[in-house]
Each structure stands twice: as structure tokens, then as C-alpha cells.
């Protein structure tokens, strides 16, 4: 199977999961929404983002660094396995305890403790089931997490479902949350010694010390963008309440819904591009090159559309009771083409080794969006969180632009730009002009889209080539 058939498979399996999986938490997102109201969301929002932000203590890059190396030499797998799931075991016992101690220093009210709590449980556990997902990631056997990300949640789903039906109040979904991590885990723990290697706990402390030499710059990259990531909703929640966070979370979790597309293409090359790295650099190029082209491609639509129909999606999904919400998902939403081209530039360097260059960015880019929300939340609210997102975004993409230009490989803005931004104007003007329904302007928009970029001949000979190979997969996979 060459390199793009590798990939390929990858992304379907993927793609097909967590598209199922997406959708369900699309529903139980709208759903406790609704139910819970602005405040109760709200409470629910910010365990979540508050527990996120230590979730990165329970791993420290060595998920990341198992599927890296690993795919590199699989032969290294029960050594990593041993060590690593030891000291992951170290690791998340005093997360929990970060969790507990930070919490109660902030006086919050005894209901959002437990919810806390119950949240970072489940937080925990998903890091132990992501840690088995790289064990299936590094062996590109994506279908295994796929099964686990489903099941997730399923669970999720039933069990907001009941508590709704039961009318229980925000504790019951954190507990809902807390269960399914449990359920989770067993899953990936068995599959994980059924079909590769049972964890056999060892300690190797040259292994350690070498192990966490090299995942440092990696981990603490994760805790600075975890971070950045998710301070605005912590910061909201003490400097404006519930209710602002509930204003907030509500269009942040449609954007968080939409990351799980280069979330999905990312984990699949990450083990393709690390093995080629030393051997076929060219050919590490070659998939830069064109991810960055097809980002460009999806990204900026989905933010042009968002804007305008951004009252009729919030209406849609939360209800009036969240019009607020309506102008934060017309900032926010801009992230989405950066991001898509951060998580690319992520990956890239993790796969080259540069881990310590993506450190020094995130680590800027983490100090630059806590001091604008530090800034703009007192004076604007949410909006303010909104808007300190984006300017992070737009300085991280200054950053990583610049060095994978001299890492990788220059990519022309310009040529890769123009034609889709042109493309997405015309769309626009098609959904502003036409009042229709808005699942109707959708595809509309899509089928749009996609004619004038074929009609501006966007796609190339090698992007036709690629898609021949991609369709002739099953073929590749057989032989």
C-alpha cells in the first residue's frame, strides 16, 4: 500500500467514526443545552474547560511520543507500553489532585465541585484511553479508536437522555460523563492486550529519564496550548458567572464540533510521515504541501457561511434564549481556518523532531491570549474571550507560517488563497440573496462551491491523480 492508499485508509476509517460519533455529540450538546439553560450549561462548560486544562498533566506528550516512535519500529512497543503506562498511572493521580486542591482554593459553590470532580474523572480516564488509542495509531489501526469514540458517545447520548427524561439536575451529566470514561477505558485496555501486547508494568529509569528528556518540549507545547485553548472559558466563569459562559460555550462548542476534520487527518499521517521522515523527506513535502491546499480549501467557506447564517444556526441548535450567542459565533468562527492549518503545523513538527520550536510558540501564544482576555473580558464580556481568541490564532499562524517556510518547505499564500476566497465570496452572496431554508442553503452552498472551484480549475493534475488513488484504495489493500 504506497503512502497516499496508507493515508487514505486512515482518514476513511476515521472520518466515518467520528463523523458518527461527532454527530451524537452534536445532540447531546444541543440537548443539555437546552435543558440545563444559560447557567447550567454554563456550570457544565466550565468543568469541562477547567478539567482540559489539567488534562494535559496526566500525559505529557508520551501518547504522542508512543506513536511516533513506534511506527518507526514496532519491535519497541512493549517496552514503551511497560514504562509508559506506569508512569502515566503517576501522572494522572496528581492531576486529580491538582484538580481537587485548585478548585476548592476558588470558593466555588458545592454544586460545581462535584461536577468538577465528577468531570475530572472522566477526563482522566479518557487520557488512559487515548494513551491505548496511540498503541492502535501506531500500528494504523484506526478502527479500533474509531469503535471507542463511538461508543463513548452512545453513552453520553442515553444517559443525557435519561437524565432529561428523569429530570436530574447538572451533577447527573457529569456523572454521566464519569461513567462512560470507565466503560471506555475497559474497552481500550482490552482491545489493546487482545490484539497488540497486555501492559506489562516496568521501570526502566534510564528508559524515564529518557523518555521524559524528550517528551518535555512535546508535553509542555500541549499544556501551553491546552491553555490558550481553554482559559477564556475559566477566566469568564470567574471574572463574569455562568451565564456568560453559557453565552460563550454555546458557539465554542460548534467550533470544537468542526475540529474534529483535521483532528481526523492529522492522527492518520502523523505515523505515516513520521516513518518517511528520515527516509523520503520529499515526500513529507509533498503531503505538507497538499494538506495545506485542501485546509485552505474547507476552511474558508465554513467560516464565510457561518458568518452569515450565524443567527439562523444559533436560533436552530440553542434556541432565543442564546441570541447572544449569535455575534461570538461570527468571531469565533474565523479560528476555523487557522486552526485547521495550526493542527497541520502541529503535527508536521512533532513528526520532524521540533517539537522545541512548537514550545516556544504556544508558550507565546498562551501569554498573549490570557493577557488579552485579562484585558477584554472585564470591559466586553464573552465578545472580549472571543476576540482574544481569534488575535491568538492569527499570532500563532505568523509564527508557525514563518518557520515551516524555512523547516519544510514555502507555501505560497497567495496561489492557494485566491481562488477559494473568490469562490466563498460568490457563495455568500447566493446565502444572502436567497432566503431559504437554511439546511437547503447548505447544500446549495456546498454544490456551489465545489462547481466554481472546478470551474476555476483550483485542482490540479497531481490533486486528480491523488483522488484516483484514494478511489482505487480498496485495490492497493488487497494486493
Not at 124 to 148: D, P
Not at 268 to 295: E, H, M, Q, T, W
Request: glycine share 4%; aromatic share 16%.
Amino acid at each position: 500500500m504506497n503512502q497516499i492508499q496508507r493515508i487514505g485508509k486512515n482518514i476513511s476509517v476515521l472520518f466515518l467514526a467520528q463523523v458518527i460519533s461527532y454527530i451524537l455529540a452534536f445532540f447531546y450538546t444541543i440537548y443539555a443545552a437546552r435543558y440545563l439553560g444559560v447557567s447550567g450549561f454554563g456550570i457544565l462548560s466550565f468543568a469541562l474547560a477547567f478539567t482540559m486544562i489539567f488534562a494535559v498533566m496526566a500525559d505529557l506528550g508520551l501518547s504522542t511520543l508512543l506513536v511516533r516512535d513506534v511506527s518507526r519500529d514496532v519491535m519497541i512497543l512493549r517496552k514503551y507500553l511497560g514504562n509508559m503506562a506506569l508512569m502515566k498511572g503517576i501522572f494522572t493521580l496528581l492531576t486529580f489532585i491538582s484538580i481537587v486542591l485548585i478548585i476548592n482554593l476558588l470558593n466555588y459553590p458545592a454544586q460545581t465541585v462535584q461536577v468538577v470532580y465528577l468531570i475530572g474523572i472522566f477526563i482522566i480516564l479518557t487520557s488512559f484511553s487515548q494513551f491505548f488509542y496511540s498503541v492502535f495509531q501506531a500500528h494504523e489501526k484506526m478502527e479500533y479508536q474509531s469503535i471507542g469514540a463511538i461508543f463513548s458517545s452512545i453513552f453520553i447520548l442515553c444517559g443525557f437522555l435519561i437524565a432529561i427524561y428523569l429530570k436530574l439536575d447538572v451533577v447527573t451529566f457529569a456523572l454521566v460523563y464519569a461513567i462512560s470514561g470507565v466503560l471506555v477505558l475497559l474497552y481500550s485496555l482490552l482491545v489493546c492486550a487482545w490484539k497488540f501486547h497486555w501492559p506489562q508494568l516496568e521501570i526502566d529509569w534510564k528508559f524515564w529519564k529518557f523518555t521524559l528528556k524528550t517528551a518535555l518540549p512535546l508535553s509542555m507545547a500541549m499544556v501551553f496550548s491546552t491553555i490558550a485553548f481553554r482559559v477564556d472559558t475559566v477566566l469568564l466563569s470567574l471574572l463574569q458567572g455562568n451565564a456568560a459562559v453559557g453565552f460563550y460555550s454555546a458557539p465554542y462548542k460548534l467550533i470544537e464540533l468542526l475540529m474534529f476534520l483535521p483532528m481526523i487527518y492529522t492522527t492518520a499521517i502523523l505515523p505515516v510521515i513520521s516513518n518517511n521522515f528520515k527516509s523520503s523527506f520529499g515526500s513529507v513535502k509533498k503531503v505538507y504541501d497538499r494538506s495545506f491546499k485542501y485546509f485552505i480549501i474547507l476552511g474558508i467557506p465554513i467560516a464565510a457561511l457561518c458568518t452569515v447564517l450565524a443567527s439562523k444556526i444559533i436560533l436552530l441548535l440553542y434556541g432565543t434564549a442564546y441570541l447572544p450567542s449569535v455575534q461570538a459565533l461570527q468571531i469565533l468562527i474565523w479560528t476555523i481556518p487557522i486552526i485547521f492549518l495550526t493542527y497541520l503545523w502541529g503535527t508536521m513538527f512533532i513528526s520532524i523532531d521540533r517539537q522545541d520550536l512548537l514550545l516556544k510558540i504556544t508558550f507565546i501564544s498562551m501569554v498573549f491570549n490570557i493577557v488579552l482576555n485579562l484585558l477584554l473580558i472585564p470591559v466586553y464580556g464573552f465578545m472580549g474571550a472571543a476576540l482574544a481568541t481569534v488575535f491568538t490564532e492569527i499570532l500563532a499562524f505568523i509564527f508557525l507560517y514563518h518557520y515551516s517556510s524555512i523547516l519544510i518547505c514555502k507555501i505560497n499564500l497567495k496561489r492557494y488563497i485566491f481562488k477559494p476566497t473568490l469562490a466563498t465570496i460568490i457563495v455568500c452572496l447566493f446565502a444572502l440573496k436567497f432566503d431559504l431554508n437554511i439546511f437547503i442553503v447548505i447544500i446549495i452552498s456546498a454544490i456551489l462551491y465545489l462547481g466554481l472551484l472546478i470551474g476555476f480549475k483550483t485542482f490540479s493534475k497531481q490533486d486528480i491523480d491523488i483522488l484516483k488513488k484514494l478511489i482505487n484504495m480498496e485495490g492497493g489493500i488487497r494486493k
